[in-house]
């Protein structure tokens, strides 16, 4: 099926470092949606985004829904070691039940 | 912790066993989702479930079969697995709309 394109597929930072990472398709989506994922465990849910243009933020992350709805960003400042983990963004179009996924970026911090 | 309870967390099971995997939400959500996923992938869905009714199946192997005795329960019936079936199983769950989805902690499935 469809997936999204997210990049990068991992980083290796130092702590204390911003990271960026971005999800891109050729269609639209009516929502965007963050998540983490440490390992042996579930997704967790970052950020919801609901209006193109939209910004939100959650702490040390900010997430924004581009413009065109066919994009989405997630910032981490000043980056912590719990940070480390797997990053997925997701889009979901009007009424649909399916979620479309990107392929994760793995995020590594070395203290 | 999460809102989405599943057990067991880790089954190791032979090619000729049949077990079950459950979920469990009381969050009052009416759609309740199966996911597979592999390591370093993102989750795969298999089954949606809206209003306690299955809603989508994407084309999963029989020897899956999904059960929602309830608007808060969800099982996954395991029967004659391959080992490429080892992965962990995801279940999630969500509200109307465009509410988000929410997961559980997955159970670590082993076939040997």
């Known amino acids: 099926g469809q997936q999204l394109n997210q990049s990068p597929q991992s980083m290796f930072i130092q702590e204390g470092e911003d990271v960026s990472m971005n999800c891109t398709s050729s269609?639209?989506?009516?929502?965007w949606l963050w998540y983490k994922q440490d390992p042996g465990e579930g997704p967790v849910l970052l950020i919801a985004?609901?209006?193109?243009?939209e910004l939100t933020s959650n702490g040390r992350l900010t997430a924004q829904f581009g413009i065109t709805r066919k994009d989405s960003f997630l910032n981490i400042s000043a980056s912590i070691p719990s940070d480390v983990g797997i990053y997925f963004c997701?889009?979901?179009?009007?009424?649909?039940?399916?979620?479309?996924f990107g392929q994760g970026t793995r995020l590594t911090i070395n203290p | 912790d999460t809102e989405v309870t599943q057990t067991p967390k880790h089954l190791v099971m032979g090619m000729t066993n049949k077990k079950s995997l459950k979920c469990e939400q009381h969050?009052?959500?009416?759609?309740m989702y199966w996911y597979k996923q592999k390591a370093k992938k993102p989750p795969e869905l298999m089954f949606v479930?809206?209003?306690?009714?299955?809603?989508i199946n994407e084309s999963v192997p029989s020897r899956f079969s999904p059960e929602c005795p309830n608007s808060s329960l969800l099982n996954l019936h395991l029967h004659a697995l391959q080992p490429e079936d080892s992965a962990l199983y995801l279940c999630?769950?969500?509200?109307?709309?465009?509410?988000?989805?929410?997961f559980g902690n997955g159970t670590r499935l082993t076939v040997t």
């Open positions: 999630a769950s969500r509200d109307r709309g465009n509410s988000p989805l929410h």
């Open positions: 269609s639209i989506f009516n929502t």
């Open positions: 985004l609901y209006k193109a243009g």
């Open positions: 997701a889009g979901q179009r009007q009424g649909a039940q399916k979620l479309v």
């Open positions: 969050m009052g959500h009416r759609a």
């Open positions: 479930y809206s209003y306690e009714k299955l809603s």
